[in-house]
């Protein structure tokens, strides 16, 4: 059975730095309210449900399960989790549309990493016999890429520092980083404040549908026309961390090289990433990368991937795209990745 | 608002991990100041070593003795060394690629500053005075200029293999409980229970989330409920709880309190425990600076009738 699904609508919460005042589901719930008053949906009337979230970030355990009372969870309803970014929800929403046994889905997802340390907590995913023990930090782990960049010649620390400040040129009103922001010292050699994401608590939403069901809902919808993931080997050794040939796999098999994009949304937490990303992509300036400001102006995690291809999708909502690449990634060092392609219909 | 609630979270670990017969000869190897790589089909030496083929997934299993010295593929300066991180002074995080190996190992790079160090460096290891069979028996890798090292096959046999090792994991947090969980938790300071209703189904919770789970809507409607409740049901514990100083056989029940729509739980006491009923009427007992009741008693009213706690359940 095939089915053209699409993103319908999206919404996003501010990311702070700290969100103290608020619990998990007190964060997400106005974004839920809001990504359904956009399609004049109620909780009741959606098929399928799916989230993502770590518990890990705030250190409370099945934080999901609590964080449910804000879709209206009981009496139960058809609704699922993943461990990781949104965008893999999402994936696993499309599937379930796909397969004929809902025709809406709601995903969303949320982090609060202000109540942990984020680079401590982020080695805790590492490979638990030769790395963990280490404790290497998340920003450790992307300065190796990023030397092994400069290295072979594909960036200096100058381009680098471009990207950051394109990025945060955005007119985005959700970043939590926005215009000149200082390039700043070393956090670790040879990446720089600026260079690295913002860390924040926030929490974003989509919600799909399928065939007809998209049009009433939609005046433009984006349509998913392909979307799939891939990962690395783990072992950070045995990678080219100059190149992301997963990403370059699930772009392919998303079927991201049969035409041009005019827009990208990338996942690329650390300035150097981009650099990976648009090589492995094969992206070049005709096509507008992250005019939302992407991760370094705002990178919730868990959120952050998600939010990539709601703001893809928001772009072909408005007329402002009519074909986007949309990608997300998880783990250190673009581990996983995933990639979308979205289109709106001929204007 | 009052002032966020906010308390430390200490969230730690000791994970014990079994090891591959891979993993285990490399683990064994490094105590034995021996580091042992592995073979796969189409020749490539990989170091660390591991179960299976990452390109083929097929088991590998064929041990190679590679050097104890390598060249730097990649590095990364740290000048503000973390908790938990191989040195305690600051240090380069490097990929080495040892001497006999195709892929290359993470470690830290003791050296005097990022002038230092640079990718093609030749390092060699410097092994801990105390190893036990796990990746820290490296102490770090330090700058080295002589040659390259001898690389032979190894059966991987070692007396005393390990067989596991124990990760040790901390995590510390600052926890804050949000909005409604602050309120109600001030409240019980004041020795009051206060929930929250839904502005759409009009249920009152207790303790409160801060969102109704049947309509996904804030309650934002504080109500006070109690302080005498009803037991709905309840279970008798005969397993004495660590670091809990109640005697067993003690009964812990879920008491709907007057004007809640949802149970709370806990222990009830001042009755024996083989007396304790379902309509049972309870009321809180306080201790000094306790912050929640400490159990709950007989009120000395006659029982609840069924119907007004069925639907509570």
């Known amino acids: ?347 | 608002m009052p002032d966020v609630l906010k308390a430390p979270l200490v969230v730690e670990f000791p994970f014990t991990r079994s090891l591959g017969p891979v993993q285990s000869a490399f683990l064994t190897g490094l105590r034995e100041r021996v580091i042992l790589g592995v073979k796969t089909r189409d020749g490539r030496t990989l170091v660390p070593p591991v179960e299976y083929d990452p390109v083929t997934a097929e088991e590998i299993r064929d041990l190679v003795h590679v050097g104890v010295t390598g060249t730097v593929t990649t590095w990364a300066w740290n000048h503000e060394p973390r908790r938990g991180q191989p040195l305690d002074r600051p240090f380069a995080w490097v990929l080495v690629k040892l001497d006999g190996a195709d892929t290359a190992l993470l470690h830290a790079l003791d050296a005097p500053g990022p002038d230092a160090v640079r990718t093609g460096m030749r390092v060699r290891v410097r092994w801990a005075e105390e190893r036990t069979g796990a990746i820290t028996d490296i102490a770090c890798f330090e700058p080295y200029d002589g040659d390259d090292s001898e690389v032979t096959v190894h059966a991987g046999e070692f007396e005393d293999p390990v067989h596991g090792i124990v990760a040790q994991a901390r995590l510390d947090y600052t926890y804050s409980p949000g909005r409604a969980q602050t309120a109600y938790i001030n409240a019980l300071a004041e020795r009051r229970a206060v929930g929250e209703r839904c502005p759409s189904c009009r249920k009152v919770y207790v303790p409160p989330r801060g969102a109704c789970p049947t309509c996904g809507v804030a309650t934002v409607e504080q109500v006070e409920v109690g302080p005498s409740g009803t037991v709905t049901t309840f279970c008798i514990v005969n397993i004495k709880a660590k670091n809990l100083d109640i005697e067993v056989p003690y009964v812990y029940a879920h008491i709907a309190l007057d004007g809640a729509d949802l149970a709370l739980h806990g222990r009830i006491g001042g009755i024996p425990y083989d007396q304790v009923r379902m309509g049972l009427r309870v009321e809180p007992v306080w201790t000094e600076g306790g912050g929640y009741p400490d159990h709950y008693r007989p009120t000395g009213e006659p029982d609840a009738e069924y119907d007004t706690y069925k639907e509570l359940l």
Request: proline share 6%; net charge negative; glycine share 8%.
């Open chain 1, 1 to 347: 059975m095939t089915r053209d699904i699409a993103v319908v609508a999206f919404a996003q919460s501010d990311t702070l730095r700290s969100s103290e005042e608020v619990s998990e589901v007190e964060m997400l719930m106005p974004v839920l309210h809001d990504v359904l008053a956009q399609t004049g949906l109620k909780t009741a009337d959606i098929g399928f449900t799916c989230s993502g979230s770590c518990d890990y970030l705030a250190g409370r355990a099945f934080s999901f399960t609590l964080a449910l009372d804000g879709v209206g969870a009981w009496p139960p309803i058809s609704e699922s989790h993943v461990e990781t970014d949104g965008a893999w929800a999402l994936y696993e929403a499309w599937t379930k549309l796909l397969s004929g046994d809902a025709d809406t889905a709601l995903v969303y997802s949320y982090g609060k990493s202000s109540p942990g340390s984020l680079r401590d907590v982020l080695t805790r995913q590492l490979d638990p016999y030769y790395v963990a023990p280490l404790w290497p930090d998340s920003v450790a782990l992307a300065a190796l890429q990023a030397q092994a960049l400069i290295d072979a010649g594909d960036t200096d620390e100058r381009e680098l520092a471009a990207i950051g400040a394109r990025s945060r040129a955005t007119d985005n009103p959700r970043a939590q980083l926005k215009g000149p922001v200082p390039q700043g010292d070393y956090v670790v050699r040879p990446l720089r404040t600026g260079d690295c994401p913002p860390i924040g608590d926030g929490a974003a939403a989509v919600v799909l549908a399928a065939g007809e069901r998209a049009r009433e809902l939609c005046e433009r919808p984006a349509w998913i026309r392909g979307i799939d993931h891939r990962i690395e080997a783990h072992s950070l050794g045995v990678r080219d961390l100059t190149d992301s040939p997963s990403a370059r796999l699930a772009a392919e098999r998303a079927g991201a090289f049969e035409r041009p994009v005019d827009t990208a949304e990338l996942h690329a937490p650390f300035s150097s990433q981009e650099v990976v990303l648009r090589k492995a992509l094969g992206l070049d300036d005709a096509t507008r990368v992250n005019p939302s400001g992407g991760a370094l102006a705002a990178n919730p995690m868990m959120a952050a991937g998600l939010a990539r291809i709601g703001e893809a999708a928001a772009r072909i909502h408005r007329g402002e795209s009519d074909r986007a690449l949309a990608h997300a990634t998880s783990g250190p060092c673009l581990q996983q990745n995933l990639v979308a392609v979205l289109e709106g219909d001929p204007r």
